[in-house]
């Protein structure tokens, strides 16, 4: 019974009502046309292939400002919704794949197939997030990331150690080639689930 509302608000999510949206627009106008804007774009593409939407979600969305969490929230490692994305304008690695995610739902793609994954630079050693689709359970997943307008497999991402793979069917890892479940949920994803949920 749970279960249900959260598929049903994810298919249509991020949503803005007419308050929400004049609210924003007293604080800043930007804000409301840059909503407007994405909720017009993602409608475009609903007629695409989904190898045309995969490239057009991730063009589009890269092209928000990137801004560290320290910055725009005065602390590290915030996961914003896509409303609060949308709205601030700008965000880090995490939420460019959290957006991606919920837009490409929207759009009809099964979420089964999309999962949030933490890698780890191999030249830097620094820790980074992005979007993996896995269009067949036995090639490498295409990867979404917002220091990448190029949409790659994984195998060809060489900078690029997978950690940890999530999504709303647990917590899994890359052993031999194939995902092995490790957990049955991440907690932070589980908290942004819960704010989704409530359509913030």
Not at 11 to 18: A, C, G, K, R, V
Not at 137 to 161: A, G, H, M, T, Y
Request: contains cysteine; glycine residues 4%.
């Amino acid at each position: 019974m749970l279960v249900f509302p959260i598929i049903l608000l994810s298919f249509n999510y991020p949503t803005f009502s007419d308050d929400e949206l004049k609210k924003i627009s007293k604080k800043n106008i930007i804000s409301k046309k840059r909503i407007l804007d994405y909720q017009k774009y993602i409608a475009r593409l609903k007629t695409l292939p989904k190898q045309k939407q995969l490239q057009e979600v991730n063009f589009y969305l890269n092209g928000l400002l990137p801004q560290y969490d320290a910055i725009t929230n005065k602390e590290e490692d915030v996961w914003a919704t896509p409303k609060e994305f949308l709205t601030v304008g700008c965000g880090d690695c995490e939420d460019y794949a959290i957006i991606k995610y919920y837009s490409l739902i929207r759009l009809g793609f099964d979420e089964k197939k999309l999962f949030l994954t933490i890698v780890q630079d191999k030249y830097t050693n620094g820790y980074h997030m992005v979007l993996s689709y896995f269009q067949n359970q036995k090639d490498s997943p295409l990867i979404l990331d917002n220091l990448s307008f190029r949409i790659l497999p994984l195998e060809k991402r060489v900078d690029l150690k997978p950690l940890l793979f999530f999504n709303n069917s647990g917590v899994y890892k890359i052993e031999k080639g194939n995902l092995v479940k490790t957990a049955k949920q991440y907690k932070r994803f589980t908290e942004l689930q819960d704010k989704v949920e409530k359509n913030l």
